[in-house]
């Protein structure tokens, strides 16, 4: 496989052209940002970590039943991508209030919501990823009824099965942000990543006199200390989830 010119540069991802025109080569960054790129940092070690940690969530997926762009990592801080048309929009999943959402209804963060919360914003960086209604999303042609049925279905099954994940870890699924595409052939699958930068995890059973502990990018948003030690955290966990789902009869 041929690394060619650069496609994209994103906040902590670099997309490359390759010599297979339905590949792409993603380089994760150090690079760390916080609202909507207005905070900046550069974390050494970051980009290893979530080239790792989303390539076993991807792999424990697909152990799941949930396929998605993924292929192959290819080093400490790179893999390969199927190509896929992205929908200019952030699917977002809640299970908890927290972080905007806490914020827009006045809702105390940590509030366990009666049901699953699916959220949709439109990928905008001049307009800073606007919240935008199902209406709106169908009124600007962004996407179908159909797709949004299916990119709906796929994230409750997503949620249902990360949310398992990383109970096994003892860590609670709070809320999550995904991005999908659709394949050459018109398939919907998921895309991007899932990482600690993507996902709101906390800590279970480590939270005393009602203080969270944070094991994702709200560490670098608050100013809670470096988030090296608990994406390392979360990536030992996972493995070793992965470790034990790889023995045979597990």
Known sequence: MEKLGMRYQG???????????????VEYTDQATAGNG?????????????????????????????????????SDTEQLNRRLDMFPLEIVMRNRAAGSFAQRYGVKEGTALKQPVLEFFYKSDPLEDPFIN?????????????DLDIIAAKTR????????????????????KIEMGKTGSGIILLGDE???DT?????????????????????????????????????????ELEERESQPNS
């Open 11 to 25: 906040k902590a991802k670099k997309l490359y052209e390759t010599d297979d025109p339905d590949i792409l080569w």
């Open 38 to 74: 207005a905070k900046k940092a550069n974390i050494e070690g970051k980009a290893r970590l979530n080239n790792r940690i989303t390539t076993v969530i991807f792999s424990l997926l697909a152990r799941r039943g949930i396929p998605s762009h993924f292929v192959r990592s290819i």
């Open 134 to 146: 199902r209406d709106d999303i169908l009124a600007l042609g962004l996407a179908t009824e159909q």
């Open 157 to 176: 099954e997503i949620n249902g099965a990360l949310t398992g994940i990383f109970r096994a870890i003892n860590v609670e699924l709070v809320d999550f």
């Open 194 to 196: 899932i990482t600690p």
């Open 199 to 239: 996902c709101r995890l906390w800590a279970i059973g480590n939270n005393h006199d009602g203080q969270v502990t944070h094991l994702d990018k709200d560490i670098f948003r608050r100013d809670l200390g470096s988030i090296i030690p608990a994406y390392q955290t979360i990536l030992d966990g996972l493995t």
